[in-house]
């Protein structure tokens, strides 16, 4: 069974930062792209960035270019998302979600970004 | 003008079917994309329903019933997910998305209510 679990979401200030997790099991994560993608609360998806097998190709949403940093660990079967210069229009919920067809998606994890 | 757009809102009857259409921004040709549909009910996840560029290349996703269908519209730019025999637990937001650029995006939405 695929399972993603999202880890780090916080309250932070604007102008911060904060380090998201994404631990991967069930599958053979280093085979594929991975992905984040977000929810602003009580709107649609928005996909935020992914990154190729090996690590290295990644693509981000024109609005998180320059601030936010995506990696993965393949030894640890685990996704990351390094998040800088937070603005309040990053407050959402982020998931991750495996392959380019986004077929498994974890619970997610809050971030709110407010002073 | 955004690259997908959804109805916000869609209703049916029980045991009705439910087009729900996905139509792609002028100049962006339906034809050579392949289209992504999701599932999402509240407090819950997105769920991968199918995705779909012909009669030729489709899949569904894991456990995803029959009665949950792809196909395009041509003349509309669009794409079409077609849900027979609902029930009340297809009640749901449903997503459609496509990767363009090297970047997903998701359509807006649309709530689907069975009543």
């Known amino acids: 069974e695929v399972l993603l679990v999202e880890s780090g979401g916080a309250l932070v200030q604007p102008g911060g930062s904060l380090r998201l997790s994404c631990a991967a099991s069930?599958?053979?994560?280093?085979?594929?792209?991975m992905n984040w993608a977000r929810q602003a609360p009580g709107k649609g998806l928005e996909w935020v960035a992914n990154i190729y097998q090996d690590g290295s190709e990644k693509n981000y949403l024109d609005s998180v270019k320059g601030r936010f940093i995506i990696s993965r660990d393949n030894a640890k079967n685990s996704l990351d998302l390094q998040m800088n210069s937070l603005r309040v229009e990053d407050t959402a919920v982020y998931y991750c979600?495996?392959?380019?067809?986004?077929?498994?998606w974890g619970q997610g994890t809050l971030v709110t970004v407010s002073s | 003008q955004a690259v997908l757009t959804q109805p916000s809102s869609l209703s049916a009857s029980p045991g009705a079917s439910a087009s729900l259409t996905c139509t792609l921004r002028s100049g962006i040709n339906v034809g050579t994309y392949r289209i992504y549909w999701y599932q999402q009910k509240p407090g819950s996840p997105p769920q991968h329903l199918l995705k779909y560029k012909s009669d030729s290349d489709k899949q569904q996703g894991s456990g995803v019933p029959s009665r949950f269908s792809g196909s395009k519209d041509a003349s509309a730019n669009a794409g079409i997910l077609l849900i027979s025999g609902l029930q009340s637990e297809d009640e749901a937001d449903y997503y459609c998305m496509i990767w363009h650029s090297s970047a997903a995006v998701f359509g807006g939405g649309t709530k689907l209510t069975v009543l």
């Open positions: 069930g599958f053979a994560f280093s085979n594929y792209w």
């Open positions: 979600a495996s392959t380019n067809t986004l077929d498994n």
